[in-house]
């Protein structure tokens, strides 16, 4: 039994001329824009709308003939029994693909179909336009920016027989290559190229897919991009005044620059008349202001600077009181309080007896930048600097202690 030696299987010589499998054009095979192993190579490789396998022997053609005359036969004699099993109903937005005998047939439909039992295999295939969302992922933008961004995608199938044959589970496929051609692109862009051409990019992003996936039989109809939150600001810092704000609760359902204007409103919202906004949209790496001669080097410094500023007109305007919970950069954690709610106000280190109207967690650095006027509260908090817990709106009231300090 053992006494044969082993022989090597026949190896696939490399310098042989390739096919370009079953559904895939020969012109467009050699062509430099070809992904390998696409081509179906354990197919009968037949030409477009031709299912002739050349594949297959004259014995084997003859048995196929016999038994599927055999089986018409059959179906004929017991025709009013079989009826309800061998004929299908096809509407016009489907498809049915049949293996008989294991090879692969021409797509039939729409209308009545006859299917024969025993030997047939089929599965239907709906042509209709569907859609699926790919949930917001972070992207790493050329810039080392860190974007979340996540995407509606239409599609539909335009070859049923591709469709079937090509690819397992088409809809986790596409929704795997969607993903993946996602972050690829647009790690790509920088963070401004991203937020001010979306549709452009969303159009690019749809050519991709569709190079990916033109040889399962599916096409994308439309490429929808959705921008979240800014993650992480650029190395070399944003080029425009575009910011992303990250979700806030109540505004989720609105896109990125409607919950913009609408975070703009809000903190306008119930306060006094000023001659100026309270938050303008600038570039948060801004220059310091020419006003400002001395410049704290540390928060204690600046605790010193607020208590100089404080008055009974600050605390009308602002009315709240603030625990700051500030990281330095060695590791260590320190808490700081300004209560604004009373007499003349008041600051200090510790935390507050009471509970506090905002909690706002930050670094030493971004506080100290935040209070001369370098880094506005709004653009912290778009960039995730600066953490709130509370309400928002009363956050973005230390606006007016910016500005004194400022003066």
């Known amino acids: 039994m053992f ?16 096919t370009p499998g079953l559904f895939v054009d020969s012109d467009s095979f050699t062509q430099p824009r070809y992904h390998k192993g696409l081509s179906f190579d354990y197919i009968p490789n037949v030409s477009e709308n031709d299912f002739t396998d050349t594949s297959q022997g004259w014995l084997s053609w003859i048995c196929n003939l016999v038994v599927i005359f055999l089986v018409h036969i059959c179906t004929f004699i017991t025709f009013p029994i079989t009826g309800w099993f061998v004929l299908k109903m096809v509407p ?21 179909v006859l299917v024969l039992p025993l030997i047939d295999q089929w599965q239907r295939v709906d042509l209709r336009t569907r859609a699926f969302n790919i949930p917001p ?5 050329r810039d080392g920016g860190v974007l979340s961004v996540g995407a509606d995608i239409q599609f539909r199938i335009w070859n049923p027989v591709m469709s079937v044959v090509s690819v397992q589970d088409l809809n986790a496929s596409t929704r795997m290559t969607a993903q993946n051609a996602l972050t690829h692109s647009l790690g790509k862009k920088t963070v401004r190229e991203i937020q001010t051409e979306r549709v452009k990019l969303g159009e690019y992003l749809g050519m991709d897919i569709n190079e990916m996936t033109k040889p399962w039989g599916l096409e994308v109809d439309r490429v929808e991009l959705t921008l979240g939150s800014l993650l992480k600001a650029p190395e070399e810092g944003p080029s425009g005044p575009l910011i992303m704000p990250p979700s806030v609760p109540g505004l989720e359902g609105l896109t990125g620059p409607i919950q913009q204007l609408a975070m703009h409103f809000l903190s306008h919202s119930n306060s006094q008349p000023q001659q100026e906004d309270s938050i303008t949209f600038t570039d ?17 410094e600046l605790l010193g600077s607020v208590k100089l500023v404080l008055s009974e007109t600050l605390v009308c305007q602002v009315g709240a009181c603030f625990q700051f919970d500030i990281s330095s950069r060695d590791g260590q954690h ?17 935390s507050l007896c009471r509970e506090p109207d905002v909690t706002l967690s930050m670094s030493d650095s971004d506080l100290v930048a935040m ?5 506005r ?31």
């Open 334 to 350: 320190h808490s700081y309080y300004l209560d604004l709610s009373q007499g003349s106000g008041a600051v200090g280190a510790g």
């Open 137 to 141: 992922c972070q992207v790493t933008t």
């Open 371 to 375: 209070l001369q006027g370098q880094l």
């Open 377 to 407: 509260p709004f653009a912290a908090y778009a960039s995730g600097r600066l953490k709130i817990q509370g309400d928002i709106k009363t956050a973005m009231k230390l606006e007016e202690l910016i500005k004194l300090l400022k003066k």
């Open 92 to 112: 016009n937005y489907q498809r049915i693909v049949v293996f008989r005998l294991g090879r692969i047939c021409p797509p039939k439909g729409p209308g009545i």
């Open 284 to 300: 948060e790496l801004s220059s310091v202001p020419q006003a400002v001669v001395a410049t704290p080097s540390s928060v204690e």
């Open 3 to 18: 006494s044969k030696s082993y022989e090597l299987l026949p190896q696939r010589d490399s310098a042989a001329p390739r």
